[in-house]
């Protein structure tokens, strides 16, 4: 087993790093003071073919695979969570379900746009009423003189409403199942249809910098080419689809806890206390060597679950596993990173208080680790 990351495995870390350390680290601290949308720092990215790295070349994309998408996040992330997310769900939310699914008239149209930056896309499945209980989808879309007419509420959704954005793939009810489920399918709605409407953004806790917002649709008439896929698949296409989001989670996970513990001990070295730094106290370095420890581990099942989705095995519970687990880990090590950095980890002016709050959306989105949990267990006693 060939743990060494290859030639241009490291070449694009080394590139990414340098490019966030350059261009955004200088930023973030007043893009998230003022909830500004990074657009400037968004173009760049896709200018550098970051926002299409994964995607085939004939769509404009890099054609890299999978484990050089999680390098990317998880080096975006070390530095902002906010820039970090705002990419992970362009490409997992966004471009996968085009890549994945899309006619070719669909991906010449959206997915090549994307993925040569010049728009971002959206995936809206969480409702009011339908978050972890995804099957509880309100949202319906009626056929009707060759289109399609939805109405419902999409809530959480990210980069929906920015200057750049291009549309949302979203969750819709079609009909009955003949056993009297829900038939789901999947549309494509374009920024700007017609009944379709985006509020305001979120002010939320942490991700202060990316676009979260509620979406509703009161009669919003769109194409029959808008399906995505098979009417009824939308169930399938969708949990395929946070497989791979998970992974891009758990990517920014370990970027999280990776610059935590490179602040915290940049601080435990310069933090003296009693006569000297404080990371020459026992409990001090335990933290510290916890946040290490858990940083390699989930490094690690990140990289195992690229290798198995490129090697087209089945991941979804080891994309799962990856997401709860460098989820939690991520949020201990923003825990015990403002421990160690006592009342300045407390202030807005250290950013170590930032990763705090980002840390906490990890175990929550694409999937609550409860929930992450239930699918473990099912895999787990599936005979």
């Not at 790093?17 to 007043?30: G, K, N, Y």
């Not at 549309?167 to 709605?189: L, M, P, Q, Y």
């Not at 991520?330 to 930032?354: C, F, N, W």
Request: net charge neutral; aromatic share 8%.
């Amino acid at each position: 087993m060939d743990l060494d990351l290859r030639e241009h495995h490291l070449a694009l870390k080394r590139m990414v790093r340098d490019f966030a350390e350059r261009e955004i680290a200088p930023q973030v601290l007043e893009l998230n003071e003022k909830g500004e949308f990074p657009y400037q720092i968004i173009k760049a990215m896709g200018e550098m073919g970051l926002l299409g790295l994964p995607f085939p070349g004939e769509y404009g994309g890099g054609g890299a695979d999978t484990l050089s998408y999680v390098i990317v996040v998880e080096e975006i992330t070390r530095v902002d969570s906010s820039i970090g997310i705002t990419m992970q769900a362009d490409i997992s939310l966004g471009g996968y379900p085009l890549s994945n699914f899309g006619t070719e008239e669909q991906k010449q149209k959206w997915l090549v746009p994307l993925a040569q930056g010049r728009i971002l896309g959206a995936f809206g499945l969480t409702e009011p009423g339908a978050g972890s209980d995804a099957g509880a989808t309100a949202t319906t879309a009626v056929p009707q003189d060759g289109h399609w007419v939805i109405n419902g509420t999409k809530c959480f959704i990210t980069n929906a409403g920015t200057n750049i954005s291009g549309f949302v793939t979203i969750t819709a009810v079609t009909g009955r199942r003949e056993d009297g489920r829900k038939e789901i399918s999947n549309f494509i709605i374009p920024k700007g249809a017609p009944g379709y409407t985006v509020s305001p953004p979120y002010k939320k806790m942490g991700w202060r910098a990316s676009d979260t917002r509620e979406l509703s649709f009161v009669n919003c008439r769109v194409g029959e080419e808008n399906l995505l896929g098979k009417r009824g698949a939308g169930f399938r296409q969708f949990l395929q689809t946070l497989d791979e989001g998970r992974l891009g989670v758990a990517a920014m996970g370990v970027g999280l806890a990776q610059g935590c513990l490179e602040m915290s001990l940049s601080y435990a070295r310069q933090r003296v206390q009693f006569g000297q730094p404080i990371s020459h106290f026992q409990a001090i370095q335990f933290k510290l060597v916890d946040t290490a420890v858990n940083v390699e581990l989930a490094r690690l099942i990140c990289y195992k679950t690229a290798a198995l989705k490129d090697a087209g095995r089945p991941y979804s519970e080891e994309s799962a596993m990856a997401k709860l687990f460098s989820s939690e880990m991520a949020m201990k090590a923003a825990i015990d990173g403002v421990q160690i950095h006592g009342s300045y980890g407390l202030t807005d002016e250290a950013p170590i208080s930032r990763f705090f709050r980002d840390a906490k959306f990890l175990t929550i989105g694409e999937g609550t680790s409860e929930v992450l949990r239930l699918v473990i267990a099912r895999h787990l006693l599936r005979e």
